[in-house]
């Protein structure tokens, strides 16, 4: 079991918020192959706030959506507090801050990862957040290792990880790649166990390079982390959130996902984005998916590019019936070798 707060979770690994992709729709997905718990994707804490439609798609939060986590970002103490209060009212069962997005553009207004160079507004956020909502529902925290690789960077993250423990965030992620490295080069567990052993029995989970059911059983072991969130290791891929619990019950992988079954997914996922966004809307929102799941069949760029170009609705279930047609001779699905990633064998261009 994995507790955060009053929250407890059959199994530790959780849907991860990912701005432009934890959408309804993919949450739902995610539950459905074995997520127990599911992040949205990242708001600001002002879209929250400020009267609109955008405020009422934020905070539409349905029967079969829970546990759900609203994950925040912004600048302001008090903004942020206002928009946690929001949401709860709504129905969000946890309140995550984020503190870790490495984009240029957010640390430009002095959000996400940004505050990692500045734990005394950190923490006012977060006491403020806790104050707001902490008797009601558990708060959360998403954090880097630090701005960078210097002393003072680490010494800022162990300042804002001790302090957000002692107000009494339930958890604390931990993506243990700096924000100036981005995406680039490797995460560092080793810095992820030692956070661990440093938490002690407090809840610390691990994010960063986590593409397989392999890897997030091996951070698992490695760090000692209490669970793990799944980010882009999870787009295009709900499988592995029943491989996670297969391997963590003590079972072998199931067999990867045939070219017919993943198409049935594919139009599962496109009804699911129909009824957030309508069909229009579906379509373009479908896309971007459509990306990653293509990575999973023999022709992944003819089959990239057909969703890419799909504009209606009609022409979403073409691609779908010429280049996931169940009587067709796919070659297998595999898992790559060394890493268990998804990939088709005899994979062309």
């Given at each position: 079991m994995?507790?955060?707060?009053?929250?407890?979770?059959?199994?530790?690994?959780?849907?991860?918020?990912?701005?432009?992709?934890?959408?309804?729709?993919?949450?739902?997905?995610?539950?459905?192959?074995?997520?127990?718990?599911?992040?949205?994707?990242?708001?600001?804490?002002?879209?929250?706030?400020?009267?609109?439609?955008?405020?009422?798609?934020?905070?539409?939060?349905?029967?079969?959506?829970?546990?759900?986590?609203?994950?925040?970002?912004?600048?302001?103490?008090?903004?942020?507090?206002?928009?946690?209060a929001?949401?709860?009212?709504?129905?969000?069962?946890?309140?995550?801050?984020?503190?870790?997005?490495?984009?240029?553009?957010?640390?430009?207004?002095?959000?996400?990862?940004?505050?990692?160079?500045?734990?005394?507004?950190?923490?006012?956020?977060?006491?403020?957040?806790?104050?707001?909502?902490?008797?009601?529902?558990?708060?959360?925290?998403?954090?880097?290792?630090?701005?960078?690789?210097?002393?003072?960077?680490?010494?800022?993250?162990?300042?804002?990880?001790?302090?957000?423990?002692?107000?009494?965030?339930?958890?604390?992620?931990?993506?243990?790649?700096?924000?100036?490295?981005?995406?680039?080069?490797?995460?560092?567990?080793?810095?992820?166990?030692r956070?661990?052993?440093?938490?002690?029995?407090?809840?610390?989970?691990?994010?960063?390079?986590?593409?397989?059911?392999?890897?997030?059983?091996?951070?698992?072991?490695?760090?000692?982390?209490?669970?793990?969130?799944?980010?882009?290791?999870?787009?295009?891929?709900?499988?592995?959130?029943?491989?996670?619990?297969?391997?963590?019950?003590?079972r072998?992988?199931?067999?990867p996902?045939?070219?017919?079954?993943?198409?049935?997914?594919?139009?599962?996922?496109?009804a699911?984005?129909?009824?957030v966004?309508?069909?229009?809307?579906?379509?373009?929102?479908?896309?971007?998916?459509?990306i990653?799941?293509?990575?999973?069949h023999?022709?992944?760029?003819?089959?990239?590019?057909?969703?890419?170009?799909?504009?209606?609705?009609?022409?979403?279930?073409?691609?779908?019936?010429?280049?996931?047609?169940?009587?067709?001779?796919?070659?297998p699905?595999?898992?790559r070798?060394?890493?268990?990633?998804?990939?088709?064998?005899?994979?062309?261009?």
């Open positions: 994995l507790y955060i707060g009053t929250l407890q979770l059959e199994v530790p690994f959780v849907q991860a918020a990912l701005s432009g992709y934890s959408d309804l729709a993919m949450r739902r997905l995610a539950r459905r192959h074995g997520a127990p718990y599911a992040l949205n994707e990242v708001v600001l804490d002002k879209l929250v706030t400020q009267r609109g439609k955008t405020r009422r798609r934020i905070l539409r939060v349905e029967a079969d959506d829970h546990p759900v986590g609203g994950q925040l970002m912004g600048a302001e103490p008090v903004r942020f507090a206002e928009a946690a929001d949401m709860v009212a709504a129905g969000y069962d946890v309140i995550d801050l984020n503190f870790g997005c490495p984009v240029r553009k957010v640390l430009g207004r002095c959000r996400g990862g940004f505050h990692l160079s500045q734990p005394a507004v950190a923490l006012e956020i977060i006491r403020r957040v806790h104050d707001a909502v902490g008797g009601r529902r558990p708060c959360t925290v998403k954090m880097r290792r630090g701005m960078d690789d210097t002393a003072e960077a680490e010494r800022s993250f162990f300042s804002i990880l001790d302090g957000a423990f002692e107000v009494g965030v339930a958890a604390v992620t931990v993506h243990p790649r700096t924000v100036r490295q981005r995406y680039v080069g490797p995460s560092d567990w080793a810095f992820l166990a956070v661990k052993r440093h938490a002690g029995d407090r809840v610390v989970l691990g994010s960063g390079d986590l593409f397989s059911a392999e890897a997030c059983l091996a951070m698992m072991a490695r760090t000692g982390v209490d669970g793990v969130t799944i980010a882009r290791g999870g787009i295009g891929n709900p499988w592995i959130f029943a491989e996670c619990r297969a391997l963590l019950a003590g072998p992988l199931p067999p996902p045939p070219v017919a079954e993943q198409g049935r997914v594919i139009a599962e996922h496109f699911e984005a129909v009824e966004y309508g069909e229009t809307a579906a379509v373009r929102n479908m896309r971007k998916f459509g990653k799941y293509s990575e999973h023999p022709c992944a760029r003819r089959v990239r590019d057909a969703f890419v170009t799909a504009r209606r609705p009609a022409e979403f279930h073409e691609v779908l019936g010429r280049w996931y047609d169940p009587g067709a001779d796919w070659p699905v595999v898992r070798p060394g890493h268990g990633e998804l990939v088709a064998a005899g994979a062309r261009p």
